[in-house]
């Protein structure tokens, strides 16, 4: 199974600003992906990072919102723009293995916006 | 599109059986998942089964699968009080690539 390293862990941003979560795997995996748990809901499933090209998104979520890159295999980050008091949310990297086509997960990142 | 179903929550005492059941509408699906949530934990896989199975038993984990009701169980025996969490299940798409979620059960068990 692959181990899927996030962070931060969690931050405390303000309202108008910008944050960057990084994510670590550490092994190959074929797709990337990007969801959002806000509170007490389930996944829901922000964007496909591909690598080395523009992330594909989900209905509702926009490029300019959720700017996504991918260099390379192991690595994506997503940044969180122009945040406001409803973006808070837990945000969680995965990534998809080649057995089953199971997703690996991250701890997660939650912001809490302010 | 996809629709996957769950209970919100379940409560049990200790020791006893828990079934979680979780209802999906894509018959196409290849695999289908359980995942658990700790709280301010992300999602770990549990279990999965493949769609040409009825039963799959790993442990305490019993994952039942009714093709025919597109009806998916997971059953933990003898239950404690660390498998307080939440649980999805999961299906993939017909790609084979995303997965569809459901909302979650809050499984609590009562010492």
């Known amino acids: 199974s692959a181990v899927i390293s996030q962070k931060p862990s969690r931050d405390i941003c303000q309202r108008g600003t910008s944050l960057t979560i990084q994510c670590q795997v550490d092994?190959?995996?074929?797709?990337m992906f990007w969801y959002r748990q806000q509170p007490g809901q389930s996944l829901t499933l922000i964007a496909t990072a591909n690598q080395g090209s523009e992330a594909t998104y989900e209905s509702g979520f926009v490029i300019d919102k959720f700017p996504i890159s991918r260099p390379n295999l192991t690595f994506s980050t997503l940044t969180v723009s122009n945040m406001s008091p409803e973006d808070s949310s837990i945000y969680l990297c995965?990534?998809?293995?080649?057995?089953?086509?199971?997703?690996?997960f991250g701890e997660g990142s939650r912001l809490t916006v302010l | 599109g996809e629709d996957v179903e769950q209970s919100l929550f379940l409560s049990v005492r200790e020791g006893d059986s828990s079934v979680i059941n979780c209802t999906y509408t894509?018959?196409?699906?290849?695999?289908l998942y359980w995942y658990k949530q700790e709280p301010g934990a992300g999602l770990q896989l549990l279990t999965y089964?493949?769609?040409?199975?009825d039963m799959k038993q790993d442990q305490r984990l019993t994952v039942l699968l009714n093709k025919k009701d597109k009806h998916l169980s997971l059953r933990i025996a003898d239950t404690q009080t660390g498998d307080s969490a939440i649980y999805f299940c999961?299906?993939?798409?017909?790609?084979?690539?995303?997965?569809?979620f459901g909302g979650g059960t809050r499984l609590m068990v009562k010492p």
């Open positions: 092994s190959q995996v074929t797709m």
């Open positions: 089964i493949f769609s040409n199975m």
């Open positions: 999961a299906e993939n798409n017909n790609a084979g690539n995303m997965l569809t």
């Open positions: 995965s990534g998809q293995g080649t057995n089953t086509g199971e997703l690996f």
């Open positions: 894509d018959s196409s699906s290849t695999y």
